[in-house]
């Protein structure tokens, strides 16, 4: 059990007593202390009594002899809780026995919509694309060892005008040549040179238009063409997919076509319910509260004013989709910043229009940019976009050249795992180690350096774990004594056990930056530990004891890194 949690439920009565009604004791880890309680200070001017007579009073009533070494008011009034090496062994003994490291299931499971990565077909993955694919892989993964039910949605860019370009660029450069050119993952250049002779060709255009009509009509030829580009550009998205080591696979692809036959019923309802209003030719709903620069309502447009459909029409329809087909009760969607008015402009129309409604929530996370070490865009040589691809190839080469340099006698197959393992946690965490709502550096120096709070670090923590492992010729007992006679034990006992608190309030907030900043403390923590009580060295108990709490240690940030989607190596 969370110790805090633990400590909050023992003093929760007490308070309610001493003040005649619910209080929160906003228990929390203290210098002067294991844990300090604040609350009667809050409550001392409502009381209309001194801080310390409350503290006294609640430590009256409080039943904290079986948790608690020492409990004592300190200073104007608080409380501060020393824990008792009993209990601190006895809840860490749980933890050596437990699977779950402490981390219950969730109580009542939910259908959670995670919209995530959302590439456009017959274009490349940049590096736009790796925050919503890494920050939504994270979410997946967490929410399903939690025991919810999860669906994944990659959410393409597969319909709209420009594959009417895309189609006749096809059909001039043949199918079986225009394939070849598409399995070979060269997509922008596909897609820069329909778009040339667009802006170039009159004809070209014209028969581009068509060719659009076609495809929106149902027009067999045109549909087997456009499926053949979509067929080409997952094929390439799938092996982004495997090199970034994330859990989307093929089944998870829905395009925005998928809810194309849904557009004009989602138009007709809002109609239906009088949210739909015409404005400059086109048919809008006016969410309340949103404004323009002039202060007039802003319009989301649903249908524009040659009939065709907004994005807004799509994202309804597929909110739709997701609450009624799939009956999701949490829908997140993974998209950066710029994105936040527009999603909060589709769920405030969903909601006037009774489709999202309690318990169901739609919450957009959304997420700053990647930079360069000038602090600007990241952007190519060239000045373009990087290539997703290419910035991952460089990471894993890195990677693979630093565990080289470190280890000259690895054979080049163990070089290629720790390096492809290294360097693309190394571009995972330094993601998901910052908080999603800032931009972030991209420095690789910092990215793969083995010190400081650092994917690499952590690994090679979890790696020297098991090289003890390796040196004692044995597993950990979880059966095993824990002795906590040492302040190092007793400070890595702590952060065990702050495992299970720090996942549910990820769980809560999908802020993956809170668990990184627990791992990083938990490596550190174990470091102190290893520098200031020898576990090979220890002899009887002591020794099964700090085995035990090695392999803990090692469970927990393996564990945790796998939320994360970053991959542990035994060596490095």
């Not at 059966?479 to 065990?496: D, K, V, Y």
Request: glycine letters at 10%.
């Amino acid at each position: 059990m969370d110790l805090e949690r633990l400590l909050t439920d023992r003093l929760a009565p007490a308070f309610a007593t001493v003040a005649g009604g619910p209080v929160d004791p906003l228990v929390r880890r203290s210098p002067r202390a294991d844990f300090q309680s604040d609350a009667a200070l809050a409550l001392a001017r409502r009381l209309g009594r001194p801080p310390r007579d409350i503290a006294a009073a609640v430590l009256d009533h409080a039943e904290l002899d079986d948790v608690c070494a020492a409990a004592e008011v300190s200073g104007p009034g608080f409380l501060n809780l020393t824990v008792a090496d009993r209990t601190l062994a006895a809840l860490v003994s749980g933890l050596a026995g437990d699977d779950r490291l402490g981390v219950p299931t969730a109580p009542a499971p939910e259908t959670v919509v995670v919209d995530y990565s959302a590439p456009n077909v017959a274009k490349e993955m940049h590096v736009g694309h790796l925050r919503s694919t890494v920050i939504g892989d994270a979410a997946v993964r967490l929410l399903d060892w939690l025991g919810h039910r999860v669906v994944r949605v990659n959410h393409l860019g597969d319909w709209g005008t420009p594959f009417g370009m895309l189609i006749e660029h096809l059909i001039d450069l043949g199918e079986a040549e225009a394939a070849q050119e598409l399995s070979m993952g060269d997509l922008d250049s596909f897609y820069k040179a329909a778009r040339v002779k667009f802006d170039a060709d009159q004809t070209f255009q014209e028969r581009s238009r068509q060719r659009v009509v076609a495809l929106q009509g149902g027009d067999e030829r045109t549909r087997r063409l456009w499926r053949l580009l979509v067929e080409q550009s997952e094929r390439y998205f799938l092996t982004v997919y495997a090199l970034l080591d994330v859990t989307l696979t093929r089944n998870d692809f829905r395009g925005e076509s998928a809810y194309n036959d849904r557009l004009g019923g989602v138009v007709d309802e809002l109609d239906r319910l009088g949210l739909l209003r015409a404005s400059d030719g086109a048919d809008c709903v006016f969410p309340p509260g949103f404004t323009g620069r002039d202060g007039e309502p802003l319009p989301l447009i649903v249908r524009k004013g040659d009939g065709g459909y907004g994005y807004p029409a799509t994202d309804l329809a597929a909110l739709r989709h997701r609450t009624d087909d799939l009956g999701a009760t949490r829908l997140l969607y993974v998209v950066g910043l710029p994105q936040r008015q527009h999603f909060a402009m589709v769920f405030a129309a969903a909601e006037a229009a009774g489709w999202l409604r309690p318990p169901t929530r739609a919450v957009h996370l959304g997420f700053g940019s990647i930079l360069g070490t000038d602090g600007r865009m990241l952007r190519s040589r060239a000045g373009g976009s990087v290539k997703l691809v290419g910035l991952l190839e460089e990471a894993v080469a890195r990677a693979t050249e630093l565990a080289r340099a470190k280890n000259p006698e690895l054979d080049a197959e163990s070089a290629a795992e720790i390096g492809r393992a290294v360097g693309i946690g190394a571009i995972k965490y330094a993601d998901l180690a910052t908080d999603r709502g800032r931009d972030y550096v991209l420095d690789w120096e910092r990215m793969l350096s083995l010190d400081g709070n650092t994917a690499p670090y952590l690994q090679y923590a979890y790696s020297r774990i098991r090289s003890v492992f390796r040196r004692a010729g044995t597993d950990a007992r979880p059966e095993a004594e824990i002795l906590l006679a040492e302040p190092a034990e007793r400070a890595l006992a702590f952060e065990l056990l702050g495992f299970a608190g720090v996942v549910a309030e990820v769980e809560r907030t999908l802020e993956f930056h809170h668990l990184a900043g627990y791992l990083h403390r938990l490596a550190s923590t174990f470091s102190a530990f290893y520098e200031r009580c020898p576990v090979l060295r220890a002899s009887g108990e002591l020794r099964e004891s700090r085995l035990v709490l090695a392999d803990l240690t090692a469970r927990t940030l393996r564990q945790g890194l796998h939320l994360l989607g970053i991959r542990t190596v035994e060596r490095m």
